[in-house]
Protein backbone atom coordinates (compact mmCIF):
# COMPACT_ATOMS: atom_id res chain seq x y z
CA UNK A 1 0.00 0.00 0.00
CA UNK A 2 1.44 3.62 -0.71
CA UNK A 3 1.91 5.97 2.02
CA UNK A 4 2.90 9.08 0.34
CA UNK A 5 0.55 11.82 2.23
CA UNK A 6 0.94 15.07 3.40
CA UNK A 7 -0.76 14.60 6.27
CA UNK A 8 -1.42 11.84 9.19
CA UNK A 9 -3.08 11.37 12.60
CA UNK A 10 -1.44 11.00 15.80
CA UNK A 11 -3.00 10.03 18.91
CA UNK A 12 -3.88 12.87 20.97
CA UNK A 13 -5.29 11.53 23.86
CA UNK A 14 -6.38 8.04 25.06
CA UNK A 15 -9.11 6.25 27.57
CA UNK A 16 -9.48 2.75 28.91
CA UNK A 17 -12.40 1.26 31.22
CA UNK A 18 -12.46 -2.25 32.46
CA UNK A 19 -15.05 -3.54 34.24
CA UNK A 20 -14.69 -3.94 38.43
CA UNK A 21 -16.27 -7.51 38.64
CA UNK A 22 -13.04 -9.88 38.14
CA UNK A 23 -12.78 -14.16 37.12
CA UNK A 24 -10.31 -15.72 37.89
CA UNK A 25 -8.46 -19.08 37.02
CA UNK A 26 -9.80 -20.56 40.63
CA UNK A 27 -13.09 -19.53 39.39
CA UNK A 28 -13.39 -21.47 36.03
CA UNK A 29 -12.22 -24.45 38.19
CA UNK A 30 -15.48 -24.66 39.83
CA UNK A 31 -16.97 -24.00 36.06
CA UNK A 32 -15.69 -26.50 33.84
CA UNK A 33 -12.63 -29.45 33.87
CA UNK A 34 -9.46 -27.13 33.94
CA UNK A 35 -6.80 -25.94 36.14
CA UNK A 36 -4.80 -22.92 37.04
CA UNK A 37 -1.75 -24.75 36.10
CA UNK A 38 -2.93 -25.47 32.75
CA UNK A 39 -4.44 -22.11 31.81
CA UNK A 40 -0.97 -20.52 32.96
CA UNK A 41 0.67 -22.18 31.01
CA UNK A 42 -0.75 -22.57 28.01
CA UNK A 43 -2.15 -19.05 28.02
CA UNK A 44 -0.08 -17.16 30.32
CA UNK A 45 -4.17 -15.54 31.80
CA UNK A 46 -4.84 -15.70 35.57
CA UNK A 47 -7.81 -13.11 35.61
CA UNK A 48 -9.93 -11.04 33.49
CA UNK A 49 -12.82 -8.07 33.80
CA UNK A 50 -16.14 -8.87 32.88
CA UNK A 51 -19.23 -6.52 32.95
CA UNK A 52 -21.97 -7.15 35.83
CA UNK A 53 -25.62 -6.26 35.78
CA UNK A 54 -26.21 -2.83 34.15
CA UNK A 55 -23.22 -2.64 32.42
CA UNK A 56 -23.19 -3.42 28.33
CA UNK A 57 -20.77 -2.74 25.74
CA UNK A 58 -22.46 0.40 25.43
CA UNK A 59 -21.56 1.93 28.78
CA UNK A 60 -17.59 0.60 28.74
CA UNK A 61 -17.22 2.15 25.56
CA UNK A 62 -19.10 5.62 26.52
CA UNK A 63 -16.40 5.40 29.50
CA UNK A 64 -13.31 5.10 27.45
CA UNK A 65 -14.36 7.23 25.15
CA UNK A 66 -14.88 9.96 27.52
CA UNK A 67 -11.52 9.50 28.97
CA UNK A 68 -9.79 9.45 26.02
CA UNK A 69 -11.79 13.16 24.99
CA UNK A 70 -10.19 14.16 28.81
CA UNK A 71 -6.96 12.93 27.96
CA UNK A 72 -6.66 14.60 25.26
CA UNK A 73 -8.49 17.88 25.89
CA UNK A 74 -11.15 18.27 23.46
CA UNK A 75 -14.58 19.06 23.42
CA UNK A 76 -17.85 16.47 22.39
CA UNK A 77 -18.49 19.10 19.85
CA UNK A 78 -14.78 19.09 18.20
CA UNK A 79 -15.09 14.95 17.73
CA UNK A 80 -16.09 14.84 13.31
CA UNK A 81 -16.51 10.67 13.05
CA UNK A 82 -16.33 8.03 15.65
CA UNK A 83 -15.56 4.49 14.59
CA UNK A 84 -16.33 1.37 17.07
CA UNK A 85 -14.29 -1.68 16.47
CA UNK A 86 -16.68 -4.32 18.52
CA UNK A 87 -16.95 -8.51 18.13
CA UNK A 88 -19.54 -8.23 21.12
CA UNK A 89 -22.65 -5.45 19.49
CA UNK A 90 -25.18 -3.87 22.00
CA UNK A 91 -27.92 -4.64 19.65
CA UNK A 92 -27.70 -5.62 16.03
CA UNK A 93 -29.20 -2.54 14.76
CA UNK A 94 -28.51 0.17 15.50
CA UNK A 95 -24.91 0.35 15.54
CA UNK A 96 -22.94 0.87 18.99
CA UNK A 97 -21.56 3.79 17.94
CA UNK A 98 -24.76 5.29 17.13
CA UNK A 99 -26.10 4.32 20.29
CA UNK A 100 -23.25 6.02 22.05
CA UNK A 101 -23.16 9.33 20.32
CA UNK A 102 -25.91 11.02 22.78
CA UNK A 103 -24.21 9.68 26.05
CA UNK A 104 -20.55 11.13 24.85
CA UNK A 105 -21.83 13.99 23.13
CA UNK A 106 -20.60 13.83 20.15
CA UNK A 107 -23.09 15.13 18.02
CA UNK A 108 -21.17 16.30 15.11
CA UNK A 109 -19.81 12.83 14.51
CA UNK A 110 -20.54 10.58 11.96
CA UNK A 111 -20.88 7.29 13.55
CA UNK A 112 -20.63 3.62 12.53
CA UNK A 113 -19.04 0.30 13.73
CA UNK A 114 -16.28 -2.17 12.03
CA UNK A 115 -16.33 -5.86 12.47
CA UNK A 116 -12.91 -7.13 12.18
CA UNK A 117 -12.59 -8.60 15.46
CA UNK A 118 -9.43 -8.87 17.50
CA UNK A 119 -7.67 -6.37 14.69
CA UNK A 120 -10.51 -4.11 14.92
CA UNK A 121 -8.94 -1.56 17.02
CA UNK A 122 -6.25 -1.22 14.12
CA UNK A 123 -8.60 -1.29 11.73
CA UNK A 124 -10.43 1.37 13.48
CA UNK A 125 -7.01 3.75 13.32
CA UNK A 126 -6.22 2.85 9.81
CA UNK A 127 -10.02 3.73 8.51
CA UNK A 128 -10.21 7.34 10.40
CA UNK A 129 -6.41 7.95 9.55
CA UNK A 130 -7.87 7.99 5.85
CA UNK A 131 -10.43 10.09 6.87
CA UNK A 132 -7.60 12.53 8.30
CA UNK A 133 -5.24 12.28 5.62
CA UNK A 134 -8.13 13.17 3.01
CA UNK A 135 -8.92 16.04 5.12
CA UNK A 136 -12.13 15.23 5.18
CA UNK A 137 -12.04 15.46 9.41
CA UNK A 138 -9.58 16.83 11.94
CA UNK A 139 -10.88 14.89 14.86
CA UNK A 140 -11.83 11.59 15.00
CA UNK A 141 -12.65 8.76 18.27
CA UNK A 142 -11.71 4.93 17.57
CA UNK A 143 -13.05 2.98 20.53
CA UNK A 144 -12.22 -0.59 20.45
CA UNK A 145 -14.89 -2.20 23.13
CA UNK A 146 -16.16 -5.83 23.84
CA UNK A 147 -18.18 -7.53 26.13
CA UNK A 148 -17.28 -11.15 25.44
CA UNK A 149 -18.30 -12.22 28.45
CA UNK A 150 -22.08 -12.12 26.98
CA UNK A 151 -21.11 -14.10 24.15
CA UNK A 152 -19.03 -16.72 25.84
CA UNK A 153 -20.22 -20.30 25.94
CA UNK A 154 -19.24 -20.66 30.01
CA UNK A 155 -19.47 -24.39 29.49
CA UNK A 156 -16.79 -24.70 26.47
CA UNK A 157 -13.60 -24.96 28.89
CA UNK A 158 -11.22 -24.23 25.35
CA UNK A 159 -13.02 -20.50 25.08
CA UNK A 160 -14.11 -19.66 28.12
CA UNK A 161 -10.94 -18.93 29.61
CA UNK A 162 -9.34 -16.72 27.13
CA UNK A 163 -11.57 -13.49 27.47
CA UNK A 164 -12.00 -10.81 29.60
CA UNK A 165 -14.68 -7.49 28.82
CA UNK A 166 -12.90 -3.47 28.45
CA UNK A 167 -12.58 -0.66 26.53
CA UNK A 168 -9.93 1.43 25.07
CA UNK A 169 -10.27 4.77 22.83
CA UNK A 170 -7.94 7.38 21.30
CA UNK A 171 -8.35 10.57 19.64
CA UNK A 172 -6.74 11.16 16.54
CA UNK A 173 -5.81 14.35 15.38
CA UNK A 174 -4.58 15.55 11.91
CA UNK A 175 -0.92 15.91 12.04
CA UNK A 176 2.14 16.56 9.80
CA UNK A 177 3.46 13.38 7.83
CA UNK A 178 6.68 12.09 9.66
CA UNK A 179 4.70 12.54 13.41
CA UNK A 180 2.45 9.91 14.83
CA UNK A 181 0.99 7.61 12.90
CA UNK A 182 4.10 6.16 10.25
CA UNK A 183 2.46 3.49 8.63
CA UNK A 184 -0.38 1.21 9.13
CA UNK A 185 -1.66 -2.26 7.36
CA UNK A 186 -4.45 -4.39 7.14
CA UNK A 187 -4.83 -8.20 5.97
CA UNK A 188 -7.88 -10.47 5.75
CA UNK A 189 -8.21 -14.06 4.74
CA UNK A 190 -11.82 -15.54 4.67
CA UNK A 191 -11.06 -18.65 3.73
CA UNK A 192 -10.53 -19.37 7.47
CA UNK A 193 -14.03 -18.09 8.38
CA UNK A 194 -14.62 -20.92 10.46
CA UNK A 195 -11.66 -20.80 12.44
CA UNK A 196 -12.90 -17.93 15.24
CA UNK A 197 -16.36 -17.43 14.90
CA UNK A 198 -20.11 -16.81 16.42
CA UNK A 199 -22.40 -19.06 13.83
CA UNK A 200 -25.77 -18.17 15.48
CA UNK A 201 -27.54 -14.87 16.01
CA UNK A 202 -27.35 -13.68 12.62
CA UNK A 203 -28.99 -14.18 8.54
CA UNK A 204 -28.37 -17.84 8.31
CA UNK A 205 -29.31 -19.01 12.11
CA UNK A 206 -31.07 -16.16 13.54
CA UNK A 207 -31.80 -15.72 16.87
CA UNK A 208 -35.45 -16.23 17.28
CA UNK A 209 -35.29 -19.90 16.25
CA UNK A 210 -34.73 -22.15 19.43
CA UNK A 211 -33.26 -25.01 18.09
CA UNK A 212 -30.37 -23.00 17.65
CA UNK A 213 -29.73 -21.58 21.25
CA UNK A 214 -30.27 -25.47 21.76
CA UNK A 215 -27.28 -26.03 19.76
CA UNK A 216 -25.08 -23.08 21.60
CA UNK A 217 -25.01 -21.57 18.17
CA UNK A 218 -24.92 -17.49 19.25
CA UNK A 219 -21.56 -18.60 21.28
CA UNK A 220 -17.90 -18.13 20.21
CA UNK A 221 -16.14 -20.74 18.88
CA UNK A 222 -12.60 -21.47 17.75
CA UNK A 223 -10.51 -23.79 16.24
CA UNK A 224 -7.65 -22.71 18.56
CA UNK A 225 -4.63 -24.72 17.83
CA UNK A 226 -4.89 -23.75 13.92
CA UNK A 227 -5.55 -20.17 14.61
CA UNK A 228 -2.60 -20.32 17.38
CA UNK A 229 0.06 -21.32 14.39
CA UNK A 230 -1.48 -19.15 11.62
CA UNK A 231 -1.42 -16.06 14.29
CA UNK A 232 1.96 -16.41 14.96
CA UNK A 233 3.34 -16.11 11.54
CA UNK A 234 0.74 -13.22 10.43
CA UNK A 235 1.47 -10.81 12.58
CA UNK A 236 4.89 -11.30 12.35
CA UNK A 237 4.26 -10.82 8.85
CA UNK A 238 2.39 -7.37 9.08
CA UNK A 239 4.96 -6.26 11.71
CA UNK A 240 7.60 -6.44 9.24
CA UNK A 241 5.83 -5.20 6.38
CA UNK A 242 5.19 -1.90 8.18
CA UNK A 243 8.57 -1.72 9.35
CA UNK A 244 9.93 -2.26 5.69
CA UNK A 245 7.04 0.61 4.88
CA UNK A 246 8.52 2.76 7.20
CA UNK A 247 12.21 2.15 6.32
CA UNK A 248 12.42 1.27 10.12
CA UNK A 249 14.96 -1.57 11.88
CA UNK A 250 13.28 -3.69 14.34
CA UNK A 251 16.25 -2.54 16.86
CA UNK A 252 14.74 1.33 16.75
CA UNK A 253 10.92 0.11 18.43
CA UNK A 254 11.21 1.03 21.89
CA UNK A 255 7.56 -0.67 22.47
CA UNK A 256 5.90 -3.54 20.55
CA UNK A 257 2.09 -3.97 22.52
CA UNK A 258 0.74 -6.64 20.90
CA UNK A 259 -3.06 -8.05 21.11
CA UNK A 260 -3.17 -9.92 24.00
CA UNK A 261 -4.55 -13.29 23.05
CA UNK A 262 -1.88 -15.61 24.51
CA UNK A 263 1.85 -15.38 26.00
CA UNK A 264 3.23 -18.30 24.12
CA UNK A 265 2.14 -16.26 20.33
CA UNK A 266 3.19 -13.21 21.94
CA UNK A 267 6.49 -14.62 22.73
CA UNK A 268 6.83 -16.60 19.52
CA UNK A 269 6.38 -13.38 17.46
CA UNK A 270 8.34 -11.29 19.63
CA UNK A 271 11.55 -14.01 19.35
CA UNK A 272 10.71 -14.45 15.30
CA UNK A 273 11.00 -10.31 15.00
CA UNK A 274 13.91 -10.50 17.19
CA UNK A 275 12.54 -8.13 20.10
CA UNK A 276 13.92 -8.39 23.20
CA UNK A 277 11.55 -9.53 25.63
CA UNK A 278 11.60 -5.94 28.05
CA UNK A 279 10.26 -4.58 24.60
CA UNK A 280 7.30 -6.36 24.39
CA UNK A 281 4.09 -4.90 26.85
CA UNK A 282 2.42 -7.65 28.18
CA UNK A 283 -1.15 -7.44 30.58
CA UNK A 284 -2.69 -10.46 29.51
CA UNK A 285 -2.38 -12.17 32.97
CA UNK A 286 -4.71 -9.45 34.77
CA UNK A 287 -7.25 -8.97 32.09
CA UNK A 288 -6.97 -11.69 29.64
CA UNK A 289 -7.77 -11.24 25.15
CA UNK A 290 -10.39 -8.66 25.33
CA UNK A 291 -10.59 -8.92 21.62
CA UNK A 292 -10.75 -5.01 19.74
CA UNK A 293 -10.26 -3.53 23.50
CA UNK A 294 -6.77 -5.10 24.02
CA UNK A 295 -4.16 -2.71 22.53
CA UNK A 296 -5.96 0.40 23.69
CA UNK A 297 -6.41 -0.86 27.20
CA UNK A 298 -2.56 -2.74 27.33
CA UNK A 299 -1.25 1.34 25.91
CA UNK A 300 -3.13 3.18 28.67
CA UNK A 301 -1.48 1.31 31.03
CA UNK A 302 1.78 1.49 29.74
CA UNK A 303 1.68 4.59 29.59
CA UNK A 304 0.41 5.11 33.12
CA UNK A 305 3.62 3.00 34.18
CA UNK A 306 5.97 4.86 32.52
CA UNK A 307 6.80 2.21 30.07
CA UNK A 308 5.68 4.29 26.84
CA UNK A 309 7.39 7.64 27.16
CA UNK A 310 7.00 11.06 24.24
CA UNK A 311 9.10 10.13 21.62
CA UNK A 312 8.94 5.99 21.74
CA UNK A 313 8.61 4.39 18.32
CA UNK A 314 5.64 1.77 19.08
CA UNK A 315 4.91 -1.32 17.31
CA UNK A 316 1.09 -2.32 17.27
CA UNK A 317 0.23 -5.62 15.93
CA UNK A 318 -2.97 -7.98 16.35
CA UNK A 319 -5.10 -10.61 14.97
CA UNK A 320 -8.41 -11.86 15.28
CA UNK A 321 -11.42 -13.97 13.65
CA UNK A 322 -12.02 -13.25 10.24
CA UNK A 323 -9.57 -14.25 9.86
CA UNK A 324 -7.92 -10.62 9.89
CA UNK A 325 -4.63 -8.95 10.82
CA UNK A 326 -3.07 -5.88 10.89
CA UNK A 327 0.06 -3.42 12.25
CA UNK A 328 0.59 0.02 13.50
CA UNK A 329 3.64 1.57 13.28
CA UNK A 330 3.78 5.03 15.10
CA UNK A 331 6.05 7.50 17.02
CA UNK A 332 3.98 8.30 20.49
O1 LIG B 1 -7.86 -13.43 19.93
C1 LIG B 1 -7.46 -13.77 18.67
C2 LIG B 1 -7.38 -15.14 18.29
N1 LIG B 1 -7.30 -16.16 19.28
C3 LIG B 1 -6.14 -16.73 19.54
O2 LIG B 1 -5.12 -16.27 19.08
C4 LIG B 1 -6.13 -17.97 20.37
C5 LIG B 1 -5.23 -18.97 19.73
N2 LIG B 1 -5.19 -20.26 20.38
C6 LIG B 1 -4.80 -20.47 21.67
O3 LIG B 1 -4.53 -19.53 22.41
C7 LIG B 1 -4.63 -21.90 22.12
O4 LIG B 1 -4.83 -22.74 21.02
C8 LIG B 1 -5.56 -22.33 23.29
C9 LIG B 1 -5.10 -21.65 24.57
C10 LIG B 1 -6.99 -21.95 22.97
C11 LIG B 1 -5.47 -23.83 23.51
O5 LIG B 1 -4.12 -24.23 23.72
P1 LIG B 1 -3.47 -25.42 22.87
O6 LIG B 1 -2.13 -25.61 23.41
O7 LIG B 1 -3.61 -25.06 21.43
O8 LIG B 1 -4.36 -26.64 23.27
P2 LIG B 1 -5.25 -27.62 22.35
O9 LIG B 1 -6.44 -26.89 21.82
O10 LIG B 1 -4.35 -28.29 21.37
O11 LIG B 1 -5.72 -28.66 23.42
C12 LIG B 1 -4.80 -29.49 24.12
C13 LIG B 1 -5.56 -30.28 25.18
C14 LIG B 1 -6.82 -30.93 24.66
O12 LIG B 1 -6.93 -32.20 25.27
P3 LIG B 1 -6.53 -33.54 24.49
O13 LIG B 1 -7.40 -33.54 23.27
O14 LIG B 1 -5.08 -33.36 24.18
O15 LIG B 1 -6.85 -34.60 25.47
C15 LIG B 1 -7.92 -30.05 25.17
O16 LIG B 1 -9.14 -30.73 25.38
O17 LIG B 1 -5.97 -29.38 26.22
C16 LIG B 1 -7.37 -29.58 26.49
N3 LIG B 1 -7.93 -28.35 26.99
C17 LIG B 1 -7.96 -28.01 28.29
N4 LIG B 1 -7.52 -28.65 29.38
C18 LIG B 1 -7.68 -28.03 30.56
C19 LIG B 1 -8.49 -27.34 26.27
N5 LIG B 1 -8.89 -26.35 27.10
C20 LIG B 1 -8.57 -26.75 28.34
C21 LIG B 1 -8.73 -26.16 29.63
N6 LIG B 1 -8.26 -26.84 30.69
N7 LIG B 1 -9.28 -24.94 29.79
Redesign the pocket.
Known amino acids: MHDKHELTARIAGLGAFLPERVLTNQD?ERM????DE??MS??GIRERHVVSEGESVATIAIEAGKRAMADAGVSPEEVELLVLATATVEQPIPSTAAIIQPALGIKNATCFDIAA??SGFLYGIHVARQFIITGEVKTAMVIGAETLSRYTDYTD??????FGDGAGAVILKAAPAGEGILRSALHTDGTYAD??QMPGGGSKYPPNVKEHIDARLPFIK?R?????KV?VRSITEVCQEVLVGAGVTIDKVDLFVP?Q??L??IAAVGERLGLAPEKVYLNLERVG?T?SA?IPVAMREAIDRGILKRGDLVLLG????GLTWAATLLRW
Not at 32 to 35: E, F, G, I, K, M
Not at 157 to 162: E, N
Not at 318 to 321: H, K, T
Open positions: FVDTSWIRTACRATCILFIMGNETFAHANRINSSAFGG
